[in-house]
């Protein structure tokens, strides 16, 4: 019996009760039996009408936590589903439509559902868990109820509610912390960064203004100058950092233009970007993502702010390689003025990008270069500068990073 067959087993039998009532009461002339066949064919006809006339309608609300999907990340959908019907409903099954870039079984009873007629409806709330398995937009729903009328002949199938938007945002893996080296750039001034979140709060002492607080007079200072000071507070910026990701088309499959979870190098490299993100950014940097020609892919992340990162990372769930620019560049032409840690990610490279990395390096007092192949072209370009390290697509990103980025290492050639 397939799914688009109508009626229960229950409703088989007794329809097929009614025919075979017929037809021995006709062969046999045993009339009761016709009278039986009658009201079997009329129990089945009138809860088909039912089941027609009768529809359940409902109001569907889900909620994700965390909103954000994530790639390889857990997320609890909660369904909370509201059944308005004239006639009871009898035990069923719920399903929920999955998009292709969420993994889980979205399935399970769904309880009986008293008539709404004479009383409101109680919401229903069902939940299942999902796992991330492509970045990008996605729909999820609409629920679907199969449930029987009050006799159980009639199988219905109830479409609830409408699709919900959801996204999966690349993977934010947790990296080691940055190596402390006094002297380069952001090194003392980071850590007094970290210890207050953002920068520094200084304070220094200004002439009294009419309308300041007579509690924010500096005595000590007042005494030195011989008039009236006042204390102010002076907060020092946070140190900047640039993360840059090679969209180049030419360096990556031409599937990663396509749509997202094409390439699987072009998707550890965007992992791979928002994971050195929540690093710089834990680490009190403001940071600038860019892309090979300096275009920035979202605003300044502030350094603390860990939401502002989740933000991102949801931002870069639609993100695609994109056709080369004329000039090739691996680093933005600003690269060399930059003076904080400078990250750049990219895929294949060739002799001429080594070169131009070599050229280009810039004045960090901490320049990474992550490459995502399957190739040794990280290892073998001899491009010198960069703290560098290769990653195979799909790879332990938090290992590479912590090659790069260990103490002991020198800058290497790419």
Do not use: K
Request: with cysteine.
């Amino acid at each position: 019996m397939t799914q688009r067959w109508p009626l229960t087993l229950r409703g088989t039998g007794a329809l097929a009760l009614a025919v075979v009532s017929f037809v021995v009461a006709q062969r046999a002339a045993i009339p009761e039996l016709m009278y039986f066949g009658t009201l079997m064919l009329a129990l089945v006809v009138f809860a088909a009408a039912s089941a027609l006339v009768a529809r359940p309608t409902g109001e569907v609300t889900r909620t994700l936590a965390p909103e954000v999907a994530e790639v390889g990340g857990i997320t609890e959908v909660r369904v909370s589903v509201t059944l308005r019907t004239p006639v009871p409903v009898l035990p069923g099954r719920w399903s929920d439509t999955v998009p292709p870039g969420l993994r889980g079984r979205a399935e399970g009873p769904f309880p009986a559902a008293p008539s709404t007629l004479r009383r409101s409806a109680v919401p229903v709330t069902l939940r299942y868990e999902v796992v991330g398995s492509v970045r990008g937009p996605f729909l999820i729903g609409p629920l679907v109820v199969t449930t029987t009328d009050p006799f159980g002949l009639i199988r219905r199938r109830i479409r609830l509610g409408r699709a919900t938007p959801v996204t999966v945002a690349p993977t934010i893996v947790e990296l080691a912390p940055l190596p402390s080296a006094p002297g380069e750039p952001g090194g003392t001034r980071q850590s007094a960064a970290l210890q207050l979140g953002q920068g520094a709060d200084n304070l220094v002492a200004r002439p009294y203004a009419p309308g300041d607080s007579m509690r924010r007079i500096h005595w000590r200072a007042t005494a030195h100058r011989d008039t009236l000071m006042v204390r102010q507070e002076e907060q020092e910026s946070s140190p900047a950092a640039t993360v840059v990701l090679d969209r180049a088309l030419s360096r990556w499959s031409p599937a990663a233009a396509d749509a997202p979870g094409g390439d699987p190098a072009f998707e550890t490299a965007v992992s791979a970007c928002v994971s050195v993100v929540a690093r710089l950014v834990h680490e009190g940097y403001t940071v600038d993502v860019v892309d090979s020609d300096g275009d920035l892919l979202a605003e300044p992340v502030e350094g603390g702010e860990d939401a502002e990162v989740r933000g991102l990372a949801a931002s870069f769930a639609t993100l695609r390689a994109r056709v080369d620019h004329p000039s090739r560049r691996v680093l933005p032409a600003s690269a060399g003025a930059m003076l904080g840690p400078v990250v750049v990610i990219t895929g294949r490279l060739d002799a001429d990008d080594g070169a131009s990395l070599t050229a280009g390096a810039p004045r960090s007092g901490l320049p990474v270069l992550l490459t995502v192949g399957d190739g040794p072209a990280g290892a073998t370009l001899g491009s010198a500068g960069w703290h560098a390290s290769m990653l195979r697509p799909g790879g332990d990103v938090a290992r590479a990073w912590e090659d790069a980025t260990r103490p002991e290492t020198a800058r290497v050639g790419v």
